[in-house]
């Protein structure tokens, strides 16, 4: 699912793609197409200007991946060649002029797509000798990272993609869940299938230095890996409920970390505020805990979990100020929660209850837009201005609906041992 300001598009296993023209959000307009192809699509990414999707598929007789340039016409769009074993992973450079496509037999294949319309095959690389579902992109576009689930993760130099040359190979611990640059580009963080995270310095790409972080003792999968902003602090979530927080320090070896105490069950969502100083945490014991990561060293949990929710949290998401947190869940329900006070988050807003879980939540950048995905392919839009003005201006709608302030004698009353003041000033 991505959400812009005007437009939601949404891909699911039925090989459907869904897009909604935005322009008025209380009448969304719907403009869906069919994708070709007789297969599931297992991989999807969005160009960075967000004109052009790549959709991967895997079947028997499929194994395509489709370009689709612009989902105000659909119909403009190229497959390109077959990619054996199916397309398991796809991923676009950041000035979007390069398309890497991670194959089930180990192939990385590169494509020029600045014609979308007449896509060009750059190379074939080898990724592994399995899967290759995760890839990313160094900041600068020169790197690509990928990464097989046969546990090796291999660099190439594209800075040249019809010529890519590959800097180095390197074994992980475990087969490659996911993949992540820091912000800055010179440090990669891989989870694994047993539970490891391990962070290798790629400042010189030939030889990347491998920093295996300490990870959960029952070593299960990692479900969740994020950065903060800063790119100085790395959380995981593991599907064993071990939380991990890591204090990256400027020069590897040295770190820190903590287990986050609190969850009771399988983590499956992490998310850093945008400011970096609040970390909340979802899980399948149906609670969210937030905790305070301003302290490098020394994260400490804010306030009672949050317990609102009756089932799994799938998905948890900042607001762009970061003084709201949108959680949805397996209830059905997603809610609203006002963390201007992270220590005493209130549940200002609770969706009605939908037939299926609520799996996926996704905010318009710089819009009060909000997306939510259930479990049975439906998408709903809510508007959250009025919510937001609520909130922003509580006194004001306040006191325009009871028509005053307190007076002297009810303050009296109500805040006794209080120094009056008009709650209401004209």
Partial sequence: MRLTANQLDVLGESHRLDTWDLGNPSQPRHTGQQLGGAAWSTA????????????????????????????RDIRDRAALDPIGAGAWAVTFSPDGHTLAVGGGDGSVVLWDVQAPDRPRRLAQLTGGTTYVDAMAFAPDGTTLATGSTDATITLWDTRDPEHPREISRVTAPAGVRTLAFQPGGHRLADGDGDGGVTVWDVTDPAQPVRYELSHSAAREAVGALAFSPDGRQLASGGVDGTVTLYALHAALPHYDFQQLPGHTAGVDTVAFSPDGHTLAVGSSDASIILYDTTKLHDAQQLGQPLTQHASWVRSVVFSPDGHMLISGSNDGTF????????????????????????????????????????????????????????????????????????????????????????????
């Fill in 335 to 426: 809610i609203i929660w006002d963390t201007t006070d992270r220590t005493q988050p209130q549940a200002i807003s609770t969706s009605d209850r939908y037939p299926s879980s609520v799996v996926a939540l996704a905010l318009a950048p710089g819009g009060p837009l909000l997306a939510s995905a259930d479990q049975d392919g439906t998408v709903r839009l809510t508007d959250l201005s009025a919510l937001d003005d609520l909130r922003t201006h509580a006194v004001d709608r306040a006191c325009a609906r009871v028509g005053q302030g307190l007076s002297r004698t009810d303050w009296s009353r109500y805040l006794p041992g209080q120094a009056y003041r008009d709650t209401c000033p004209s």
């Fill in 44 to 71: 999807a990414a969005m160009s960075p200007d967000l004109h052009m999707l790549a959709t991967g598929n895997t079947g028997s007789t499929d194994n395509t991946v489709v370009l689709w340039r612009d989902q």
